[in-house]
């Protein structure tokens, strides 16, 4: 399949969620040695998840696919410019590219706008709009400490 042709998946993964009141009107399919190995749509609104984004999706589904949390050497097409939640998770999945076909300024014209978040990132905890405040260090350390001893771990 051409690249297009993988966006057009994205795309009539988002026509379908849509259609089916899952979410909002995004899709996406994550690519590997030029197969689909995961496809997502929003269900934000059909599973109360606001994390339940397209992107976010895709990838539990070509994780569990591959048996993988590490999809290096794969594609991510979404329908979508991602917002920051689904930035963060392109990065945490290791997706080697991404291509996408409208822009945050199209997804803000229709009303979802994720401007606020880019905006709150590098204000100072104190002056978020949801302040963040840290507590008992002291304790919360603790699972960090046994982490760093842990010989079985699966680092990632």
């Given at each position: 399949?051409e690249?297009?042709?993988?966006m057009?998946?994205?795309?009539?993964?988002?026509?379908?969620?849509?259609?089916?009141?899952d979410?909002?009107?995004?899709?996406?399919?994550?690519?590997?040695?030029?197969?689909?190995?995961?496809?997502?749509h929003n269900?934000?609104?059909?599973?109360?998840?606001?994390t339940?984004h397209?992107?976010?999706?895709?990838?539990?589904?070509?994780?569990?696919?591959l048996?993988?949390?590490?999809?290096?050497?794969?594609?991510l097409?979404t329908s979508?410019?991602?917002c920051?939640?689904?930035?963060g998770?392109?990065?945490?999945a290791?997706?080697?590219?991404?291509?996408?076909?409208?822009?945050?300024?199209?997804?803000?014209?229709?009303?979802?706008d994720?401007?606020f978040i880019?905006?709150?990132?590098?204000?100072?905890?104190?002056?978020?709009?949801?302040?963040?405040?840290?507590?008992a260090?002291?304790?919360?350390?603790?699972?960090?400490?046994k982490?760093?001893k842990?010989e079985?771990?699966?680092?990632?």
């Open positions: 399949m690249k297009k042709e993988f057009q998946q994205a795309v009539e993964a988002a026509l379908t969620g849509m259609n089916n009141n979410g909002g009107p995004f899709g996406c399919v994550i690519v590997k040695d030029g197969k689909i190995v995961g496809k997502g269900k934000v609104t059909s599973t109360n998840d606001p339940a397209g992107e976010v999706m895709a990838i539990r589904d070509a994780c569990m696919n048996n993988t949390f590490n999809l290096e050497g794969c594609e097409y979508c410019e991602p920051p939640m689904c930035l998770a392109i990065y945490w290791r997706l080697e590219k991404v291509y996408y076909g409208s822009t945050q300024v199209d997804a803000a014209n229709i009303g979802f994720d401007q880019y905006d709150e990132i590098p204000l100072p905890y104190a002056e978020r709009r949801i302040p963040f405040i840290q507590i260090r002291d304790i919360a350390i603790e699972p960090f400490q982490w760093s842990k079985d771990r699966t680092d990632y």
